[in-house]
């Protein structure tokens, strides 16, 4: 049987509009030539006419966060602690079989920027889809926000899963959720607004501190979610263990049989 994989992350880019102003990745490229010093020096007596092409390796240094490119957030991003009083669990931690499993795709593309998603938004979407959510499948959002990588108003675009919207997924056994907006959250600019008009915090960041009552892992900046169909497929979206991390890089992919 023919099996289809589709790059459902984004590339990791210096220079584009992925992140908040001083968050962006930095990358240092080193090219063939600029790495010869270097090549000469490991091996005495080399010279530059000995090396294949007159080249030496290529590299690239990385300045980068945890939360920088497609990655998986662990619970630890959001609290230090459970409710419960018990050490929330880093990414180095989470078990691998969450982050293989069928994927279900939620399609909030019509909602407004900011707008934050409820439980019945959920229900009312799986419903139109036909689908009965299971344990540990993934669930993915496919936002405004996806169209929008790499342009100016990316990190402000699309709209954002709320605590009983995230609770909804949890509570039914849901382990590793995604989005392809900047945030599982909505994005602060409007978050902001709401809080000046309030001044309630519950609603900072709502969506994320879930994960204190149901601990979870989320996916955040994916991509071509666009191209999926509503159900599936299986995502496959290992995280890079970083010791003690709030989170870790990942090269999403969706597999279709």
Same mark, same amino acid.
């Given at each position: 049987?023919?099996?289809?994989?589709?790059?459902? =992350?984004?590339?990791?880019?210096?220079?584009?509009?992925?992140?908040?102003? $001083? =968050?962006?990745?930095?990358?240092?490229?080193?090219?063939?030539?600029?790495?010869?010093?270097?090549?000469?020096?490991?091996?005495?007596?080399?010279?530059?006419?000995?090396?294949?092409?007159?080249?030496?390796?290529?590299?690239?240094?990385?300045?980068?966060?945890?939360?920088?490119?497609?990655?998986?957030?662990?619970?630890?991003?959001?609290?230090?602690?459970?409710?419960? &009083?018990?050490? =929330?669990?880093?990414?180095?931690?989470?078990?691998?079989?969450?982050?293989?499993?069928?994927?279900? *795709?939620?399609? @909030?593309?019509?909602? &407004?920027?900011?707008?934050?998603?409820?439980?019945?938004?959920?229900?009312?979407?799986?419903?139109?889809? *036909?689908?009965?959510?299971?344990?540990?499948?993934?669930?993915?959002?496919?936002?405004?926000? $996806?169209?929008?990588?790499?342009?100016?108003?990316?990190?402000?675009?699309?709209? $954002?899963?709320?605590?009983?919207?995230?609770?909804?997924?949890?509570?039914?056994?849901?382990?590793?959720?995604?989005?392809?907006?900047? =945030?599982?959250?909505?994005? @602060?600019?409007?978050?902001?607004?709401? @809080?000046?008009?309030?001044?309630?915090?519950?609603?900072?960041?709502?969506?994320?501190?879930? &994960?204190?009552?149901?601990?979870?892992?989320?996916?955040? *900046?994916?991509?071509?979610?666009? *191209?999926?169909?509503?159900?599936?497929?299986?995502?496959?979206?290992?995280?890079?263990?970083?010791? &003690?991390?709030?989170? $870790?890089?990942?090269?999403?992919?969706?597999?279709?049989?």
């Amino acid at each position: 049987m023919a099996r289809r994989i589709i790059d459902i =992350s984004v590339t990791l880019e210096a220079g584009i509009a992925s992140d908040p102003p $001083g =968050s962006e990745p930095k990358i240092r490229y080193e090219t063939h030539q600029d790495s010869i010093p270097r090549v000469l020096r490991y091996f005495p007596g080399l010279t530059v006419d000995q090396l294949p092409g007159k080249e030496g390796w290529a590299t690239e240094q990385c300045q980068l966060s945890t939360h920088n490119g497609t990655h998986v957030d662990s619970p630890f991003h959001y609290a230090s602690t459970m409710a419960n &009083g018990e050490p =929330s669990m880093t990414i180095d931690k989470a078990p691998l079989d969450w982050f293989m499993q069928p994927g279900v *795709k939620l399609d @909030f593309r019509h909602f &407004g920027d900011g707008y934050v998603v409820t439980a019945a938004d959920i229900e009312a979407e799986l419903k139109r889809i *036909k689908h009965t959510l299971t344990p540990l499948e993934i669930v993915v959002i496919n936002t405004a926000a $996806g169209a929008k990588y790499g342009l100016p108003d990316y990190v402000p675009s699309g709209c $954002g899963m709320g605590r009983e919207a995230t609770l909804y997924l949890t509570s039914r056994g849901i382990r590793v959720v995604g989005t392809d907006a900047w =945030s599982w959250d909505a994005p @602060f600019v409007h978050t902001a607004k709401k @809080f000046a008009a309030t001044g309630d915090a519950s609603l900072i960041w709502e969506g994320h501190k879930s &994960g204190r009552e149901i601990g979870y892992c989320q996916i955040e *900046k994916l991509s071509n979610l666009d *191209k999926l169909p509503v159900s599936g497929f299986t995502v496959v979206c290992f995280p890079v263990k970083v010791k &003690g991390g709030s989170g $870790g890089w990942t090269r999403a992919v969706a597999i279709m049989d």
